[in-house]
């Protein structure tokens, strides 16, 4: 069985990296706005510079927590949101899917999924799904019969099944 995605180390780097994150934007923000708190408070009577000098870094800093809040947040808290459920029990065993194509990618919190369809049969009728790819370039080969586990439809564990009946 090939592993797409390590479930325990994805947890850790995860979970460090939104702490990592969170206490930056916080170390940040008290720097800032204490620094330039205690700019103007001990200014002379003649105060321009220090005012302008902090109406430009406290501009600056309002465009990087818009702009982090926008662009790279989002990413941080989608992995951490993504493995903080996930766990060997939480998994969903797909025993037989045949894999059909690659179609376009599609972006959740501007994270990038390459998306796949698999085909399967069930009570004679035969159905598609769409299962997703999350930071990974295994390639699949067309008609070819998988067993997945997959979470929240993202393929974590797959394996080719041998001598199986393909279309």
């Known amino acids: 069985m090939v592993t797409l995605i390590d479930i325990e180390k994805g947890k850790r780097n995860s979970k460090r990296r939104f702490i990592l994150h969170i206490v930056f934007v916080s170390i940040l923000s008290i720097l800032v706005i204490g620094g330039s708190v205690a700019s103007l408070l001990l200014s002379r009577l003649d105060y321009d510079l220090n005012l302008i000098l902090n109406i430009v870094v406290d501009a600056l800093y309002i465009i990087f927590i ?70 990974n370039d295994y390639q699949f080969v067309p008609n070819m019969a998988y067993r997945l586990a997959t979470y929240q439809n993202i393929i974590i564990r797959s394996e080719e099944i041998n001598n199986a009946a393909t279309k």
Not at 80 to 85: I, Q
Not at 109 to 118: E, I, M, S, T
């Open 66 to 135: 818009i702009f982090y809040f926008i662009n790279v947040f989002p990413v941080v808290y989608h992995y951490y949101n993504l493995f903080r459920g996930m766990n060997n029990v939480s998994l969903e065993k797909r025993r037989h899917l045949v894999y059909l194509k690659e179609i376009d990618n599609r972006t959740f919190n501007n994270v990038d999924y390459r998306v796949l369809q698999f085909s399967y049969k069930e009570g004679g009728n035969d159905y598609i799904d769409n299962l997703y790819v999350l930071d």
